[in-house]
């Protein structure tokens, strides 16, 4: 059974940086294309990013461009997002996912996510 844990989250002020990480069990990395959402109260879950098996393609949404990173470490199974110049409006609860679609953003294109990491941005 495949289990996904985030880690890393916490309490930032604003302009602050946060590295997120995503440990999997019971499968490889590898086998997967992995993302990250995020979720605010009373907002849809939003895709953040993208990463390929590889992990030598990512794509990342606009809203965070420039600002965070998602990258992996198959051979410890991980995955992560570097988050900086972190705002309040990135204030969320933050998931990652595993799926087998290439670059793929709608959430019902992953198979199995984690219970989420919540990061809290202050003014």
């Known amino acids: 059974q495949v289990q996904l844990v985030e880690s890393g989250g916490g309490l930032v002020q604003a302009g602050g940086s946060l590295r997120l990480s995503c440990a999997a069990s019971?499968?490889?990395?590898?086998?997967?294309?992995m993302g990250w959402f995020r979720q605010a109260p009373g907002k849809e879950r939003e895709w953040i990013a993208s990463?390929?098996?590889?992990?030598?393609?990512?794509v990342v949404a606009d809203s965070v461009k420039g600002r965070f990173t998602i990258s992996r470490e198959n051979a410890k199974n991980i995955m992560y997002l570097e988050m900086n110049s972190l705002n309040p409006e990135d204030t969320a609860l933050y998931y990652c996912?595993?799926?087998?679609?290439?670059?793929?953003?709608?959430?019902?294109?992953?198979?199995?996510w984690g219970q989420g990491t919540q990061v809290t941005v202050s003014s």
């Open positions: 996912a595993a799926g087998l679609r290439r670059n793929s953003t709608p959430p019902y294109t992953y198979s199995f």
């Open positions: 019971g499968t490889l990395l590898f086998n997967y294309v």
């Open positions: 990463i390929n098996w590889s992990g030598r393609s990512t």
